[in-house]
C-alpha cells in the first residue's frame, strides 16, 4: 500500500485515512460477534483495538490544538517502546462496553479528528513549527501520515484475523 506517500496532498491523505478506517470497519462488523473478545493481537481483541482507535483519534484532535500553539503534543512525554503503556491507557480509557457502543464511540471520534483536519488551511498541515521530538522535526501532517500508516497496518490485521 502506499499509505502517507511523499508528495500526497493533505486532503488526499485525510481522504485515504477515512477509506482505510471504512474499510477497517467493514472488515471487524464481518469478525462473528462471538470471536470479538477473543485476543488476536497479543492480548488485545478486536474490541481493545477498536478503543485504540478512539483513543488515538481523541489524541491527535488534542495535539493539533498542541502542534498550532508551537508546543509538543503532550502525548509524546509518554512514549516507550511501541507506545505500549501508552496504547494501553488509551484502551482502558476508551473502550466502552458493548459493540454498538464502541461503534458509535469510534465513528464520533474519527469524526471529529476528521473535522479538525478538514478545518485547517492545507499549508498548516506540513508547516514546520520548529517542533522537534529526539532530533526529528514533527508537524500535524506526520501526525497524519502516521495515524495512516497504523491504520492499515491495523486494518490488514483484522481481515487476517475475520479470515481464520
Do not use: C
Amino acid at each position: 500500500m502506499s499509505e502517507g506517500r511523499a508528495g500526497a496532498s493533505p486532503q488526499e491523505t485525510i481522504a485515504r485515512l477515512a477509506a482505510v478506517r471504512g474499510a477497517l470497519l467493514e472488515a471487524a462488523d464481518g469478525v462473528a460477534p462471538e470471536r470479538r473478545r477473543e485476543p488476536f493481537l497479543g492480548a488485545w481483541d478486536l474490541m481493545d483495538l477498536l478503543a485504540h482507535l478512539i483513543g488515538w483519534d481523541r489524541t491527535n484532535v488534542e495535539a493539533i490544538d498542541d502542534f498550532l500553539a508551537g508546543r509538543l503534543p503532550a502525548f509524546y512525554d509518554a512514549y516507550d517502546p511501541g507506545w505500549a503503556s501508552f496504547n494501553a491507557a488509551l484502551v482502558a480509557r476508551h473502550r466502552p462496553e458493548g459493540w454498538e457502543a464502541l461503534l458509535a464511540a469510534l465513528r464520533q471520534s474519527q469524526a471529529a479528528f476528521e473535522a479538525r483536519l478538514r478545518a485547517l488551511p492545507a499549508a498548516e498541515i506540513d508547516r514546520d513549527r520548529g517542533i522537534v521530538w529526539r532530533g526529528r522535526k514533527v508537524t500535524i501532517g506526520g501526525l497524519l501520515r502516521a495515524a495512516l500508516r497504523d491504520e492499515a497496518e491495523h486494518l490488514e490485521q483484522v481481515r487476517r484475523f475475520a479470515r481464520i
